[in-house]
């Protein structure tokens, strides 16, 4: 039997929260895996359906939950998602032809290289967590990833894992992350931006 309520409390950290039914009564116990379509991220004050379940312990909770208003993923979402692979790669294949042609050095490139991987793994080990209502990455975490060069990993994780990929406030700062990053990179072919480098570099010979 479906039941029909409204998110009044909602931990995006931990991935669960609660829900105060329309017919009234005690709040249900809700965890993001109890979602249908994990696409779009439960917010407060959102129109939910649901089922009843009982625990162990013999406490309701809801089960196979749907937010009001979700729909299946649209095509243009799809092109939308292609786009942003193509353009993480589009990057890293400048950096790659700027080694190549000798304007910055090799470590650049697999500074870029070496963070996205890592960033990557660390939105997957961060989903497994948001699932699992296990201890999460910080999001400041991610965001210094992203900032010091591995929001390729980053863009390519938020769509391929669809992870982060729908939280606005979020997405602003690591937008705010990447053109940060993009413009230190167009930095370094600046007169200014080459003779700091190379002083780096020839501090750690």
């Not at 991935?15 to 809700?30: E, S, W």
């Not at 625990?55 to 809801?62: E, F, N, T």
């Not at 490139?109 to 910080?138: C, E, N, P, Q």
Request: glycine fraction near 6%; include cysteine; proline fraction near 3%.
């Amino acid at each position: 039997m479906h039941a029909k309520g409204k998110i009044t409390s909602w931990n995006e950290e931990r991935g669960f929260g609660f829900i105060t039914p329309d017919t009234g009564g005690k709040q249900l116990f809700v965890h993001v895996k109890s979602f249908n379509n994990r696409n779009r991220r439960p917010e407060i004050n959102q129109l939910i359906t649901y089922s009843l379940s009982i625990d162990k312990q013999g406490r309701p909770y809801a089960v196979k939950a749907v937010l009001a208003g979700v729909r299946s993923p649209q095509k243009t979402k799809r092109k939308n998602t292609s786009l942003s692979v193509i353009g993480a790669a589009i990057f890293l294949i400048i950096v790659s032809i700027s080694v190549l042609t000798a304007k910055i050095p090799l470590v650049i490139l697999v500074i870029y290289m070496v963070t996205s991987l890592l960033t990557f793994i660390i939105y997957l080990v961060d989903k497994s967590a948001a699932r699992r209502g296990a201890w999460r990455t910080k999001e400041n975490t991610l965001h210094v990833l992203s900032l010091a060069g591995g929001w390729p990993g980053a863009l390519i994780a938020q769509q391929k894992l669809r992870h982060k990929s729908k939280k606005q406030s979020f997405r602003f700062i690591f937008w705010v992350t990447v053109l940060l990053n993009c413009g230190a990179f167009v930095w370094l072919f600046t007169p200014n931006g080459t003779a700091t480098l190379q002083s780096l570099i020839d501090s750690y010979n």
